[in-house]
């Protein structure tokens, strides 16, 4: 399976793609064609565990890596999680279900493809035959930081570095980074918002002379963010074993659609779940949940997409961007994967803030998609009426996806084709301890932990390990600097 680049100068194996994070051309790699998946095949997926469904989705698109070492690979990543199913499908009632993606070690989605990665990106090195070291370098709006930190601390022959913004994380997120053990991380706050620090990281990407720079010292430059490939594989597989569960528990039949609520913000694991539906996942709508920096809900509704707009600092910090980079992986595909057209729009968000997609196009997303915003108000009665109706506490960026599959269900009550609906889970309350307390009770808390506390006295629900246990751990790392000193700041970290 070879992949090629979204603005159409590249095309490299699977190990290639993941080891360089993003095509030498700035677009992002997308599979030349998408592998299908049999009903068949979603049959046998049901006598598997989660693990091997992972291994068998990925080694539909990675099949340059061997099968054997995948499934061990994701054993070994999948056992850090806490005990049980990594991806457990809770029901709530009839028709509506959480799949609860917070299991891992950091608490939040992201553990789900970057515990993965660091296997994908180590033996992609070696099939691709690379001696360099290996500088991984994130840009996090809180939950991808922590996650692919814990994925890559004490790897051999690889660093990295996160980069934050000072003020647009959650405490916890803040804390959990901060206190990162190993001896080949970095953390650095950026004064400004996560775009910045986003836009910062790209322009180092696409820059020959930071390349050349590294090169020289000894290293080679890739990412663990979501336009990385290998992000990107691992979140497709929980689509499919949701809809084996589904099965399974015989809330559906083999064949019938299913729809997925996602809080969106990078626009990668509903691009996952868009991905699943291509390889022929039965799936109906995707609902596109945003919170208040609702560009991409203006965007499926007008076809324009306008980053020129004020930017909010909400309680669902992960979901707080402007530019969200995977949605040129659809654009790419929504234009018949015409690829100058795609580096044209790209080039015109880079140059004007915006650009705008044909109406043909904009119908034909339509179909698959539909798009939705939670504002701060709604999200908090969302999370309130939830926990008192069904015992259930949410995060606030689960929050957010709740809201608007509530939404969309009251627009489709008369509709003669219902489905059951998922509502994707990204995160544990407990990441969010001050905001869910807040949505709960009603009650402000300064700290943390007395939030983790409180909340676990009105829910029962059990605290994860890993949150207890940085709470005394020392903080390694207190460094802010600005967008312009980003390069400088990981000069000085590899030495
Ligand atoms: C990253 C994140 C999101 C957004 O996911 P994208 O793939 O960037 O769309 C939503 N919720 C949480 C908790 C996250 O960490």
Redesign the pocket.
């Known amino acids: 399976m070879y992949f090629i680049s979204t603005r159409g100068k590249e095309r490299v194996t699977g190990a290639q793609a993941i080891v360089q994070g993003i095509a030498g051309d700035g677009g992002l790699f997308v599979p030349e064609k998408f592998p299908a998946v049999s009903s068949e095949e979603i049959e046998k997926m049901l006598e598997m565990d989660y693990a091997e469904r992972t291994a068998f989705v990925l080694s539909k698109y990675l099949d340059d890596y061997p099968a054997d070492e995948l499934l061990t690979a994701v054993r070994t990543a999948y056992s850090r999680f806490e005990e049980g199913d990594a991806a457990p499908l809770v029901k709530i009632e009839d028709g509506v279900y959480i799949l609860e993606l917070f299991h891992g070690p950091t608490c939040?989605?992201?553990d789900m493809a970057l515990t993965v990665l660091p296997y994908l990106l180590k033996k992609g090195c070696e099939i691709v035959g690379i001696k360099e070291k290996v500088l991984v370098l994130v840009a996090t709006?809180?939950?991808?930081g922590k996650a692919a930190l814990e994925g890559f601390k004490d790897a051999k022959g690889v660093k990295i570095m996160t980069f934050y913004p000072e003020e647009g994380v959650s405490k916890m997120q803040k804390l959990q980074m901060c206190t990162t053990e190993g001896n080949n991380v970095n953390v650095v706050a950026v004064n400004g918002n996560f775009d910045d620090c986003q836009t910062g990281v790209k322009k180092i990407f696409n820059s020959e002379e930071c390349r050349a720079a590294l090169k020289k010292k000894g290293y080679l430059l890739t990412s663990a963010n979501?336009i990385n490939f290998g992000r990107l594989a691992p979140q497709i597989a929980y689509y499919f074993s949701a809809y084996c569960d589904l099965i399974s528990s015989g809330q559906i039949q083999l064949g019938d659609k299913v729809d997925f609520a996602?809080?969106?913000?990078?626009?990668?694991?509903?691009l996952a779940a868009y991905y699943a539906k291509r390889m022929g996942l039965p799936v109906g709508k995707l609902l596109c949940a945003s919170n208040r920096n609702n560009v991409l809900t203006l965007f499926f509704g007008s076809g324009t997409y306008d980053t020129k707009r004020p930017f909010f600092r909400t309680m669902?910090p992960?979901?707080d961007?402007l530019v969200?980079s995977?949605l040129e992986r659809l654009l790419f595909e929504f234009s018949g994967r015409n690829a100058a057209l795609t580096a044209e729009r790209m080039n015109a968000l880079s140059a004007k803030g915006k650009y705008s997609v044909h109406a043909d196009e904009l119908a034909k997303m339509g179909e698959s998609f539909y798009a939705g915003f939670a504002s701060e108000d709604d999200t908090v009665e969302c999370i309130y009426e939830f926990f008192m109706e069904y015992g259930y506490p949410m995060?606030t960026?689960t929050g957010v996806a709740m809201h608007v599959a509530q939404k969309y269900a009251e627009e489709q009550k008369d509709a003669e084709e219902k489905h059951p609906m998922v509502v994707v889970s990204?995160?544990s309350p407990y990441k969010f301890p001050q905001d869910v307390l807040y949505a709960l009770t009603g009650n402000d808390v300064k700290d943390s932990y007395k939030g983790v506390k409180r909340i676990h006295l009105l829910t029962a629900m059990k605290v994860p390990e890993s949150l207890k246990a940085i709470r005394y751990l020392p903080l390694r790392f207190k460094k802010t600097t600005s967008p312009a000193k980003m390069f400088d700041e990981v000069l000085e970290f590899i030495g």
């Not at 709006?141 to 991808?144: A, C, E, K, L, Q």
């Open positions: 939040a989605f992201k709006s809180g939950d991808t979501s996602v809080p969106t913000g990078n626009f990668g694991n509903i669902s992960s979901m961007i969200s995977n995060d960026h990204t995160a």
